[in-house]
């Protein structure tokens, strides 16, 4: 008599099918949490924090312009021609596809479709291997952390990627077979043109493979995968250099200049905090039996974490997906899987309800960004005259800057600025005077538009410069003054 999935060895221990009720309850779980942070997002223009997202979307309109992938600079007036790589062209074109749709409230829909379905992969790992009420705490926990750290940027579109890669290598670990190659090549090309971390995807599957590899099971079809997404992410525009850009990024000295990739701070009490807190005194305190490579796995994330806060995120899908195992033989809660399809009914209604929220957001008065990034009052006083004019603009204002049809001196994109040029801007915009001045004559600036809080303001008063604009947002200098419109 041929052996099933709950006595075969190397799968995981299961129980009986579950009951009718339980189904249901797996169902909720699977589909409710997952349509309402889509509907969160939706209504969330709170993801527009910086000037990053409107070069992407500058990006992306250019190359719908254009039909054509970037490969030199067309938007700063520094850079001008210099090679650059559009390592998240896919992103991009999307976000640009979006915006060209619906305007901001495409990029809102775009990206709670996109969290959306990050949180439903998380769900279907989590209904493996807990019951529905557990899987439901653990899911909220992670989702609202999520939630509030969400931005407009490549790296959130590549979330759903990334979980339904690390639900496939769980899988394939827990029935002792290597991940499907036609669905890994697939995730993996996806991946790759749509953000740098898709190398992350290597290091999952290398530790999960080497696991494998150590039971002596399916090697051979572990090595073919392997030989298969390797091939699959060098289906991009740059090829084979393509596989390189994500260790030259990080290699940049100067990334430590840029918020995003500073240290985490635990200075106030945050969602993520409190899911970190939560996860770890579970952990210790029902003794849950964390397999080497699960334990190395989270660590390695949770230090890359502290080191760069970015890597919260990925830890929030990673670190909820595997560790729900260990937790389901911890609760004694591990289950049969909730089976696909859902119910027809359920999806039904799912659909339904993504439509009617799709059309509340389109039909609802636009809610544009504005503030710190997006100075649409402080640019308008700007003289049509003085735009065509070189500027010298704060790292967050660039973006924006691009996105208007202007040329900035300096925006989001360091690995093509290089170290040089932005550890010198950084520095001038320090406030010293010397290097400020240095960078002024060398580049003919003709104005500045900067956060009131730059210590460059200081310097530039000190200079002589007049100021021809100034508000909450930014304060714009000019080198000589402007008459009067």
Not at 280 to 295: E, M, N, Q, S, W
Not at 306 to 334: C, N, Q, W
Request: hydrophobic content about 55%; overall charge neutral.
């Amino acid at each position: 008599m041929g052996s099933t999935p709950e006595n075969r060895p190397g799968l995981i221990e299961i129980g009986p099918a579950r009951p009718r009720h339980e189904n249901a309850q797996a169902a909720f779980v699977a589909i409710v949490p997952a349509l309402f942070i889509f509907g969160i997002m939706a209504f969330a223009p709170s993801i527009i924090v910086d000037g990053d997202p409107y070069w992407h979307i500058a990006a992306g309109r250019w190359m719908v312009q254009h039909l054509a992938i970037p490969h030199s600079d067309p938007f700063s007036y520094t850079f001008a021609g210099a090679p650059w790589h559009a390592h998240e062209w896919l992103s991009e074109v999307v976000m640009g596809v979006a915006y060209l749709w619906a305007g901001w409230r495409g990029i809102y829909l775009l990206f709670g479709l996109a969290i959306g379905l990050t949180v439903f992969a998380m769900a279907r790992t989590l209904l493996r291997y807990l019951h529905p009420m557990a899987a439901f705490v653990f899911l909220i926990l992670a989702a609202m952390a999520l939630v509030v750290d969400v931005q407009a940027r490549p790296q959130f579109l590549a979330l759903p990627v990334l979980a339904l890669w690390t639900a496939a290598l769980l899988a394939a670990r827990n029935s002792d077979k290597a991940p499907h190659p036609a669905a890994m090549a697939v995730l993996m090309m996806l991946w790759a043109n749509l953000h740098g971390s898709f190398v992350l995807g290597f290091v999952l599957f290398a530790l999960f493979a080497a696991e494998t590899f150590a039971k002596r099971v399916a090697r051979k079809q572990w090595l073919i995968v392997s030989i298969v997404i390797i091939v699959a992410a060098t289906i991009t525009p740059e090829g084979l250099s393509g596989l390189l850009f994500p260790i030259r990024l990080m290699s940049l000295k100067s990334l430590s200049l840029i918020n995003e990739w500073k240290v985490l701070e635990l200075s106030f009490v945050r969602p993520f905090e409190i899911w970190l807190l939560a996860t770890l005194a579970f952990a210790f305190l029902t003794g849950a039996r964390i397999p080497v490579v699960t334990g190395v796995l989270f660590l390695g994330i949770l230090y890359e974490t502290f080191l760069h806060k970015r890597y919260a995120d990925v830890l929030l899908v990673v670190g909820t997906m595997i560790l729900a195992e260990p937790f389901g033989r911890s609760l004694k809660t591990v289950s049969a899987p909730l089976r696909l399809p859902l119910p027809v009914g359920a999806m039904v209604l799912a659909m339904a309800v993504v439509f009617a929220v799709g059309a509340a957001r389109l039909v609802l008065p636009r809610a544009e960004p504005e503030g710190y990034q997006a100075f649409v009052s402080a640019a308008s006083h700007v003289p049509s005259a003085l735009r065509r004019q070189p500027v010298l603009n704060a790292w967050g204002f660039g973006g924006y800057l691009i996105f208007d049809g202007e040329r900035p001196f300096i925006d989001g994109r360091a690995d093509m600025y290089g170290d040089d040029f932005v550890e010198t801007f950084f520095h001038a915009e320090s406030g010293d005077r010397a290097a400020l001045t240095a960078l002024l004559a060398r580049y003919g600036v003709a104005w500045t538009i900067l956060p009131p809080a730059s210590p460059a303001n200081t310097a530039l008063d000190a200079l002589g410069w007049p100021v021809l604009y100034r508000d909450d947002a930014a304060v714009i200098h000019v080198r000589e003054t402007i008459p009067p419109k």
